[in-house]
C-alpha cells in the first residue's frame, strides 16, 4: 500500500538556524511529491512539488525541497528559519495512476517551532 | 485572483442529522478534492469531481456524497452523521486531474457533531 512518513512529530530550531523536516514514502513507480504548511485554524497552503527533473526543488518562503529516489526521500529544508515559518508541515504524495487519480496520501503532519 | 472558498466556516449538528458543505473552486480550475482532516492527522482523499462526474473516490462510506455545479463549484453531502464524522473538512481545486497538477485548498469546514 501507498505511505508517506514523517518521522518526526515536532521539530524544534532556532530562528536563523537552517531546518530539515523529514518525508519518506512507499509507492510504485515514480511518485508526485508535495509539500503543504498549515497554520492553526487553516487549510493548507501549498509550498513545492516535485515531478520530473531536477531532485533540488524550490518553492515558496525560501523553502526547498530535495527528492532522493533512492532513499525515497523528500525532505524540506530553509537555509534560515524564521519565527514566522513555525506551523504544521505536511508531505504528501500522489500516484498518477489507478481509480483514484486525484488522490493525494498525506503524512500526519511535523510541527515545526521555530524560535527567537 | 479568487482562492477556494468554503462555506460554512463551522456547523454543529447531533448525531443522525445531514450536513451539506460547499466549496467554490478558484478561477480556471475544473477539478475539486474533498478530503477530511481529524484532530491531529493529515488530511484523508474522500473523493474528487471533474467536469461534474465522480473521479475517484477514497474509503468512506456511501453516506458521503458529493455534486460539481456547472460552474465547477462542489457540495459534499453527509448522511447519518457520526461522531467520527467531527472533523476539518477541506476543499481543494486544481486546473486538472493530472497528476502533477496541484491542488490549492481553502480554509476548511469545521464540523463538530454532537
Known amino acids: 500500500a501507498q505511505s508517506v512518513a514523517q518521522p518526526e512529530d515536532q521539530v524544534n530550531v532556532a530562528e536563523g538556524n537552517p531546518l530539515t523536516v523529514k518525508c519518506t514514502y512507499s509507492?510504485?513507480?515514480?511518485?508526485?511529491l508535495f509539500w503543504y504548511v498549515q497554520y492553526p485554524n487553516r487549510g493548507l497552503q501549498f509550498l513545492l512539488k516535485?515531478?520530473?527533473?531536477?531532485?533540488l526543488v524550490k518553492g515558496s518562503y525560501g523553502f526547498e525541497a530535495e527528492f532522493n529516489k533512492s532513499q525515497t526521500s523528500f525532505h524540506l529544508k530553509k537555509p534560515s528559519a524564521l519565527v514566522s515559518d513555525s506551523a504544521l508541515y505536511f508531505c504528501?504524495?500522489?500516484?498518477?495512476?489507478?481509480?483514484?487519480?486525484?488522490?493525494?496520501?498525506f503524512g500526519k503532519g511535523t510541527k515545526l517551532s521555530v524560535k527567537p | 485572483e479568487t482562492g477556494v472558498t468554503q462555506s460554512p466556516t463551522h456547523l454543529i449538528k447531533t448525531r443522525g442529522q445531514q450536513v451539506t458543505l460547499r466549496c467554490s473552486s478558484q478561477?480556471?480550475?475544473?477539478?475539486v478534492s474533498w478530503y477530511q482532516q481529524a484532530l491531529g492527522q493529515g488530511p484523508q482523499f474522500i473523493f474528487q469531481?471533474?467536469?461534474?462526474?465522480?473521479?475517484g473516490r477514497g474509503n468512506f462510506p456511501p453516506r458521503f456524497s458529493g455534486l460539481q455545479f456547472p460552474n465547477y463549484s462542489s457540495e459534499l453531502n453527509v448522511n447519518a452523521l457520526e461522531l467520527d464524522d467531527s472533523a476539518l473538512y477541506l476543499c481543494?481545486?486544481?486546473?486538472?486531474?493530472?497528476?502533477?497538477?496541484?491542488?490549492?485548498f481553502g480554509p476548511g469546514t469545521r464540523l463538530t457533531v454532537l
Open positions: 478561477s480556471g480550475h475544473n477539478t
Open positions: 516535485y515531478i520530473t527533473g531536477d531532485n
Open positions: 469531481y471533474y467536469r461534474e462526474e465522480e473521479n
Open positions: 481543494a481545486s486544481s486546473p486538472g486531474t493530472g497528476g502533477g497538477d496541484t491542488q490549492y
Open positions: 509507492v510504485s513507480g515514480n511518485p508526485y
Open positions: 504528501a504524495v500522489r500516484v498518477p495512476w489507478g481509480g483514484s487519480q486525484g488522490n493525494l496520501i
